[in-house]
């Protein structure tokens, strides 16, 4: 890139700076530069690019201050008109990439505001160049590039309200999940009609329906690639979680319409196997409490299915769900189809619809044996999209006529032995199915222990109690004698129902453990401590072999071969598990944390940043109002600088506060260091408060004073 000696008239604003924001550009910060420039020459020179249709004519993009600096000392005449100044010049450049080299070089700036970057990256998209060359000019990760210019295209009067602090940069992200501007201003118009404390990102992706619940469940329904096919659009939305990977349904009609033909598709193959006409309705019957009528249900025996049917039936699924992933595979980041994946979907497509065809033949060669009466079924979509067909009595007449036309005949009714459903019950299975459903694990259980062994109904769940009172006392005994079978037992469970989601059932045990999920917010401020250990031990914890073998029984006696070490760090990651969220507010306030905190050596505030246990980051100052904000400063700095503060947006004043917090900064007060090095919020503090630094109103009226 060469270096040339420019004179003032030879030298322009370019149109492709990035800068938009006029607060570096003010008549003291112009003057400032210019005394500078006086004073100590020019350090950096300014780059440019030759203007076109503007012979020898050259546009300032990165270095718009110094330009305006010069400009000043010349018409003052502090400068000759030509004086040289240096500058480094782009040739041949396009214009989308000078947009994108302006934003790279003014981004490593401390005054170019967030908005600046977003709305540069859009302009140079605008201008043709491509996010990967975006990406390459800037240095930065393809998928930052995306996100920006996602941001930086939305429309106008969102755009507009998150430059001027109306909206949060979390608010342009959830508008950004789409690309859809008529929606995106559809939803802004209804965003602003909201009261203030509901205008949050999530009430924004709430009326975009970004991770619609029931829209979600209907694409799982009717199938991704089915919808796409005909025509159907799913955004994801880039600023999720990756874990959430919630999306947009774009054709909201077309996927209801989809879901609505598979669904009558799929009543009337059921009509078919019960063999006869079948009412369908919305709801189960409903008791009087509001709730479902169990014992309304009926289960129905299903006629068994050969051993080949079940062999070709289970490699049927285990091929469609190979076919699923395969085609997710094949998904950008925009959920969109990679380019030049046509072929590969073409092949997916051609085995996937032939081996769907092939599970329904085989799951509606078994008939299905409804008793005669007043019936009807409802069909339930869940969350995967997986469906599950109930038959139900109209109401309990209906089924008291049933029995009744059932008791005339004067044959004799069969013996209890000859209840069967021709299926295997699964261990605990019986144990996890719930009470009083007709036909169901349980009752199946029940009746082949009183066929078996000739109890009663009483007997067996005598029996159960009995066994489970045996198996407590052998566990007592093992713990008076400095066994530990209890202990590793309880420990172990607890962390295998938390780790892998196994059954109670399964495990022998009730779960006593039900952990809160941390909101993103909260995620980022912990993983600025060192408190984000926990997180990275319990994922540690999960890939010991106790928890990753498949048998339950094996697995335990690998926890039981641990060490004492390994089996105390399990004991005590379980007990952080289920830690209530606490703050020292009042009703939030848990007295016996304090004491637990003080048991761990936590005393005061400064034990906690000693520990790295609190760190008070920007993102932390962000969670306050503007006014509590400046309020926490004024113990440690004098009112004037707070005071032009005040008047900064809103990531400014977090990062001074950030600053004066942990970097000690040269505003500071006299003799203010060490406690603005040992500060941590109030609410945070565990034990006996200091009021005399808290940072709250009582310190604002003390130095307004």
């Known amino acids: 890139m060469p270096y040339r000696a420019l004179t003032i008239d030879q030298l322009d604003l370019s149109p492709f700076n990035a800068r938009t924001d006029k607060r570096a550009l003010t008549p003291s910060a ?30 300032v993009f990165a270095g718009q201050r110094r330009y305006r600096a010069f400009k000043a000392l010349i018409e003052a005449g502090r400068l000759p008109r030509d004086h040289p100044i240096d500058a480094m010049v782009r040739e041949a450049e396009t214009e989308g990439d000078l947009i994108a080299l302006s934003t790279a070089e003014n981004a490593i700036r401390w005054d170019l505001y967030p908005y600046e970057t977003y709305a540069a990256l859009a302009r140079s998209r605008k201008r043709g160049s491509s996010i990967e060359e975006i990406a390459g000019i800037m240095g930065q990760d393809i998928d930052w590039v995306r996100r920006g210019v996602r941001l930086g295209m939305l429309p106008e009067p969102i755009f507009r309200a998150y430059a001027e602090d109306e909206i949060t940069l979390e608010c342009a992200k959830a508008f950004a999940a789409t690309e859809d501007a008529q929606l995106q201003l559809h939803v802004f118009l209804k965003f602003k009609e909201q009261p203030r404390h509901l205008r949050t990102a999530t009430t924004v992706r709430q009326m975009l329906k970004v991770g619609d619940r029931e829209l979600t ?7 991704e690639e089915t919808y796409r096919a005909e025509g159907g659009r799913f955004e994801l939305d880039m600023f999720a979680d990756e874990e959430e990977h919630r999306g947009i349904v774009t054709d909201e009609g077309l996927l209801r319409d989809l879901a609505s033909a598979k669904l009558d598709d799929l009543r009337r ?7 006869r006409e079948l009412r369908f309705g919305a709801e189960p019957p409903m008791n009087d409490f509001n709730m479902i009528d169990r014992s309304l249900q009926i289960v129905p025996p299903l006629s068994p299915l050969s051993a080949e049917d079940v062999a070709r039936h289970e490699q049927l699924l285990a091929e469609q769900a190979k076919l699923e992933d395969c085609a997710r595979d094949l998904l950008g980041d925009d959920g969109e189809p990679l380019p030049g994946s046509e072929p590969a979907f073409a092949e997916i497509d051609a085995r996937y619809g032939p081996n769907e065809a092939e599970i329904a033949r085989i799951e509606d060669s078994r008939p299905i044996a409804l008793p005669a009466g007043d019936i009807f079924a409802t069909i339930d979509i869940d969350d995967d999209g997986a469906t599950e067909i109930r038959y139900w009595w109209k109401d309990h007449k209906a089924r008291a006529a049933a029995d009744k036309s059932a008791s005339k005949p004067p044959a004799r009714r069969q013996p209890h032995n000859s209840f069967s459903i021709d299926r295997i019950l699964s261990d605990g299975e019986a144990i996890a199915a719930p009470i009083g459903e007709p036909w169901h694990a349980r009752t199946i259980a029940e009746h082949r222990a009183k066929d078996s062994y000739g109890l009663t109904q009483d007997g067996v769940q005598s029996l159960r109690s009995l066994r489970r009172a045996i198996l407590r006392g052998q566990l007592l005994e093992d713990g008076d004698a400095a066994g530990t079978v209890a202990r590793d037992y309880f420990v172990w469970g607890q962390l295998r129902m938390v780790l892998t989601r196994t059954a109670s059932a399964a495990i022998g ?6 952990p809160d999920r941390d909101t993103p917010e909260a995620r980022e401020l912990i993983e600025a401590t060192t408190m984000c250990r926990y997180e990275n031990a319990l994922l540690e914890l999960a890939e010991w072999d106790c928890f990753t073998e498949g048998d339950l029984a094996t697995a335990f006696r690998a926890y039981r071969a641990l060490d004492e070490a390994q089996k105390d760090e399990a004991l005590t990651l379980l007990a952080c598990i289920p830690l209530e969220r606490s703050l020292n507010a009042d009703g939030y306030r848990i007295p016996l944390h304090d004491a637990v905190a003080a048991e761990t050596s936590i005393h005061g505030p400064s034990s906690l940043r000693e520990f790295e246990a609190f760190t008070p980051t920007a993102p932390f100052f962000a969670l306050f109002s503007k006014d509590h904000r400046l309020e926490l400063a004024l113990p440690f700095v004098d009112r004037a600088t707070v005071a032009t503060w005040a008047k900064r947006k809103s990531a400014e004043q977090t990062q001074f506060l950030a600053r004066v917090f942990v970097d000690q900064t040269a505003d500071l007060l006299d003799g203010t260091d060490r406690d603005a090095g040992n500060w941590v919020h109030p609410i945070l ?19 307004a004073e």
Not at 269 to 275: D, E, L, N, P
């Open 217 to 223: 469940r209907l694409l799982h329904f009717v199938g």
């Open 30 to 59: 112009i003057e400032a530069m210019a005394t500078s420039l006086a004073a100590k020459g020019q350090i950096m020179p300014i780059v440019v690019h030759p203007m076109k249709g503007r012979k020898d004519k050259f546009g």
């Open 509 to 514: 045990m009730k779960s006593l453990i039900a």
């Open 269 to 275: 193959r059921i009509r078919a196997r019960v063999g």
């Open 685 to 703: 503090q565990f034990g006996p408060q200091d009021p005399a630094r808290s940072g709250g109103a009582a310190a604002m009226q003390e130095a």
